[in-house]
């Protein structure tokens, strides 16, 4: 008996291993397998003639677009347009970790080619901080980019590349002022590393104010159903006439993926950051000149103010805009729970008559004004209430409001 049962044991072991080897052989043959490698291939495979040479590939695709719908004909013709003219963006960057050894990073976006000179259009958190910036454009071929400048504000950045001679397919761009909800809309990006993905859907919403750190918003945003995932960032947003009007920029998402809620930076936006950049190699950003808190609900009873909410000015950059129109900061500390605030200085309430109740409200105004343009603030100073004349003044990297 005691030899028989290490036998018994054996075969036992056996037989299960015979199973497990039987499950993943099939598994392996019949079971759902993921991709290994996934590379660019040819979109247009010519078919066989009855004289057994190849119909030529013009009179294929010809052929193929004939059998279109006319929805379908869209797609396919802005694709086949736009497609050559998107990039797809390669960074590399280095960070230190917890032993200040350098670890090499590296970063994927999208990005559209907007003039033959090499001029591209792609968003600033997808260039921040890179140390080498590669481009690849529809046909594959490779160019190292340039970072040119970058509106950290608005999450809109400028790269270039020299394109040696080649001509350059640049997308046309269109006014993102003329859109209406319900709008076809194309985007085109490489999600996940796929270069020259297609997705469409329709213009959701208009004018979401969208903040996306705690330094960028996207103001006026452009909502959309078509799927944007990670890597479709800094990709173009395309009408059905095949004009650029966004740039695609954030999603809203429990998941990590997308949920059919998608933002757009609007591209006269980006059309005016551009612009500045080629020309002048700096974006005008206006600037006001205030450090401001704001003050609503139990604050503006402990400080005795005369309004529910507002920005309360603590101080007025000395020779600035405001400090210059003769807006006050505060003149004496206060303690507000854990934090010490100044008080006794300006409340601002509105800009040209729009409500400010916070500091978004007024970054939203200055995004849409220029340097050396007037501004009414409308404030109050203890219980009564002025307006203010402010000419703005520009802002550089070390100014704030």
């Known amino acids: 008996m005691n030899e028989r049962k290490p036998t018994s044991l054996v075969r036992l072991i056996l037989a299960c291993a015979v199973l497990l080897l039987g499950a993943y052989w099939a598994g392996g043959r019949w079971g759902q397998r993921q991709p290994v490698d996934v590379g660019a291939g040819s979109s247009a495979s010519p078919a066989p003639s009855g004289n057994g040479g190849r119909v030529g590939n013009s009179a294929s695709v010809a052929a193929r677009d004939a059998a279109l719908t006319d929805d379908e004909s869209i797609n396919v013709r802005v694709y086949r347009q736009a497609s050559p003219a998107v990039a797809n963006i390669l960074t590399k960057a280095t960070e230190y970790d917890f032993f200040n050894d350098p670890v090499p990073i590296e970063g994927a976006g999208s990005g559209f080619v907007i003039d033959e000179k090499g001029y591209?259009?792609?968003n600033f958190h997808v260039v921040q901080e890179a140390q080498s910036i590669e481009v690849v454009l529809g046909d594959q071929t490779r160019y190292p980019g340039k970072f040119v400048g970058a509106d950290q504000r608005n999450d809109v950045a400028l790269v270039k590349i020299d394109p040696k001679g080649k001509r350059l397919?640049?997308?046309p761009l269109g006014d993102s002022a003329s859109l209406q909800v319900g709008q076809k809309v194309l985007a085109i990006g490489n999600p996940f590393g796929f270069q020259s993905t297609l997705t469409t859907g329709v213009v959701s919403a208009l004018g979401r104010n969208v903040q996306t750190s705690?330094?960028?918003?996207i103001d006026e945003a452009i909502q959309t159903d078509a799927a944007i995932n990670r890597g479709n960032s800094g990709g173009p947003l395309i009408n059905s006439r095949g004009e650029v009007i966004g740039i695609n920029s954030a999603i809203f998402t429990p998941s990590g993926t997308t949920a059919g809620i998608g933002f757009a930076i609007p591209i006269n936006t980006a059309k005016r950051i551009a612009q500045d950049l080629i020309t002048d190699g700096r974006v005008h950003m206006a600037y006001?000149?205030?450090?401001?808190?704001?003050?609503?609900?139990y604050l503006a009873q402990a400080l005795d103010l005369p309004v529910q909410e507002g920005l309360l000015v603590e101080s007025a950059a000395k020779g600035g805009p405001a400090a210059a129109a003769g807006v006050r900061g505060g003149d004496r500390v206060a303690q507000a729970g854990m934090q010490r605030i100044a008080i006794g200085g300006d409340v601002i309430v509105a800009v040209d008559d729009a409500k400010v109740a916070n500091t978004m409200d007024l970054n939203i105004i200055l995004n849409r004004k220029r340097p050396g343009d007037t501004v009414k603030l409308t404030v109050y100073r203890g219980g009564k209430k002025m307006e203010i004349p402010v000419k703005l003044g520009e802002r550089n990297e070390n100014t704030r409001q």
């Open 120 to 122: 591209i259009l792609t």
């Open 288 to 297: 006001i000149g205030v450090q401001t808190i704001p003050v609503a609900g």
């Open 214 to 217: 705690q330094t960028t918003l």
């Open 169 to 171: 397919v640049a997308l």
